[in-house]
């Protein structure tokens, strides 16, 4: 490879379930924490800070997208890091993280478990180093040093097995990202998916593989204990730092007045009346005031900043755009919107008949489930300008999550 130009993408693997890590609940193994911060915090800070890491994919499964962001809260460089979806089998996340890095500048990639926090610099460049010398496949490995034995089924020792030119494989496995994605597309199409790494989808495509010295820190954490010894490993001589869930609540208010028309829409759902609400947008008070509640809790200002009424694209817009706008900017920010809760104030039209097509309609702009959605109302007994009939007023509520902050 002498003189050419290569560039090294990342793939690490994250999409496992861990279900040896510990107890059921305690969630995949790659979201536990250990120094006060998750297991994949420190894998990708390892990648992040080191200087010839090109683009990076992050395998994830389809219902850990909500971990991924928590995890990743504070993490410097984590916005320009690409996520993808796995499959059933660590295999088929390979190959999707494949084809996601595929995509970028990449020449060259490192396969990398989640798991395996303990990487360092100098394996990546021993790797690097291979690449320059003009390698295809480079694998990370230690010498086993343990005495083998082969046993049987009737739990007798039957031989000694040599240990001379044996190996434990540890990641990144490293190739050239044309080759190996070549071996894992022949390796789907023939539905050959009983590999247990990356070097042995390389052995069978006919690719070299050249080990180069490991690091015995790079372990796999795979059962409880390891976990528990890598957090005692992290925290030695130091307290561990306390987290708290960085759980944010934003309020909303707005109102408008009504004047003469055949009907309001609230939540996004039109109700027949004799009045309209006056805006310049539908004017529904609801959506407005669960916008400012949702940008209030990433700092991001008010509806106005983001659809000044000065602007005439937005004469008559739908009141969603402006709620699913706000809703972009919070997941932008890592949030995860777990709650919104709208009281609306008015003498007139009757909510109540409406209420359960409210719901239904912040869940699907919002994209949360139905139980995280609450809109009641409730008069003005006759007071005031909401109890004269001349308009209606909101509250809103918003609650995310954003990870967790260090105490």
């Not at 789907?188 to 990356?198: G, P, V």
């Not at 561990?240 to 408008?256: I, K």
């Not at 309001?264 to 009045?275: A, E, K, M, R, S």
Request: aromatic share 6%.
């Amino acid at each position: 490879m002498d003189g050419e130009i290569f560039k090294i993408g990342i793939v690490i693997v994250a999409a496992g379930r861990g279900e040896r890590a510990g107890a059921p609940g305690d969630g995949p193994k790659q979201y536990r924490r250990i120094g006060g911060l998750p297991v994949i915090h420190h894998t990708l800070q390892k990648f992040l800070t080191w200087p010839k890491s090109g683009p990076i994919v992050v395998v994830i499964h389809p219902e850990d997208e909500a971990l991924y962001a928590a995890s990743t809260d504070g993490l410097g460089g984590a916005e320009n890091i690409i996520v993808t979806f796995g499959g059933d089998t660590r295999q088929r996340s390979v190959y999707e993280g494949l084809r996601a890095i595929a995509a970028t500048e990449a020449t060259h990639v490192m396969i990398h478990d989640a798991a395996r926090p303990f990487v360092d610099h100098a394996l990546l460049d021993r790797i690097a180093e291979g690449f320059a010398a003009g390698n295809d496949g480079i694998l990370p490995a230690m010498a086993v040093t343990d005495t083998l034995k082969r046993g049987g089924s009737d739990g007798l020792v039957h031989e000694t097995v040599s240990r001379a030119g044996l190996y434990a494989a540890q990641t990144p496995q490293s190739f050239r990202l044309s080759e190996i994605r070549t071996a894992h597309e022949k390796a789907a199409a023939l539905r050959h998916d009983d590999f247990t790494d990356d070097a042995s989808i390389a052995e069978w495509a006919g690719l070299a593989v050249t080990i180069v010295e490991g690091s015995v820190d790079n372990i796999k954490l795979t059962l409880k204990r390891d976990i528990d010894m890598a957090d005692e490993k992290l925290t030695q001589g130091n307290p561990a730092p306390h987290y708290l869930p960085d759980v944010r609540t934003g309020n909303g208010y707005d109102v408008h007045q009504l004047v003469s028309g055949d009907g309001v829409t609230l939540c996004g759902i039109f109700i027949p009346h004799d009045q309209k609400l006056s805006g310049h947008s539908d004017a529904d008070v609801a959506l407005h005031a669960l916008t400012d509640a949702l940008l209030a809790t990433c700092g991001a200002g008010d509806i106005g900043d983001h659809f000044p009424p000065s602007d005439m694209q937005w004469k008559g817009a739908a009141s969603r755009i402006f709620l699913e706008h706000a809703a972009k900017i919070v997941r932008e920010h890592g949030g995860t919107i777990m709650n919104a809760d709208v009281s609306l104030i008015a003498e007139a039209p009757k909510v109540g008949p409406h209420r359960q097509d409210m719901r239904e309609k912040l869940a699907e702009i919002l994209g949360i489930s139905l139980d995280r959605c609450s809109v009641k109302a409730t008069t003005n007994e006759k007071i005031g300008f909401v109890g004269r009939g001349e308009g209606i007023a909101a509250i809103a509520t918003a609650t995310v999550v954003f990870g967790s902050v260090r105490t």
